[in-house]
């Protein structure tokens, strides 16, 4: 199902930012959904994802504590909740979504069918 990022924008540092993820046109029925953020010239980075199965969230170190990443019960939109926002968490997020055999957390981006166009975050004072 394609994807649709919404959400970014400027925020301050400290400050807190919600994306979201839209199924267009359907749901995410039996598909886990994943959060990457990309920063020019580096690879793209999984920020967290969640189940499709159970709707567990996993989280990346960096972010663990301040995002929160949470699926509304008719599986067609998940959110990104970013708080405490810092600088290095800067870059253009994209959502993906796939059907995954194991947990979320073990696929690299590589693994996600479909994509949205990105939304850009800026931390900046």
């Known amino acids: 199902v394609p994807v649709v990022e919404s959400g970014g924008g400027l925020v301050q540092p400290g400050g807190s930012l919600t994306l979201s993820c839209a199924a267009s046109g359907g749901t995410f029925y039996n598909q886990a959904v994943a959060w990457f953020r990309q920063i020019p010239g580096k690879e793209r980075e999984r920020v967290g994802c969640i189940n499709s199965s159970d709707g567990r969230p996993y989280y990346e170190d960096s972010v663990k504590g301040r995002f929160t990443i949470a699926r509304d019960n008719a599986k067609t939109t998940v959110t990104l909740q970013m708080n405490n926002l810092k600088p290095e968490d800067a870059g253009t997020y994209y959502c993906?979504?796939?059907?995954?055999?194991?947990?979320?957390?073990?696929?690299?981006?590589?693994?996600?069918?479909?994509w949205g166009q990105g939304t850009q975050v800026t931390v900046s004072s």
């Open positions: 993906a979504a796939h059907v995954l055999a194991l947990s979320c957390n073990v696929y690299g981006a590589h693994e996600f069918g479909s």
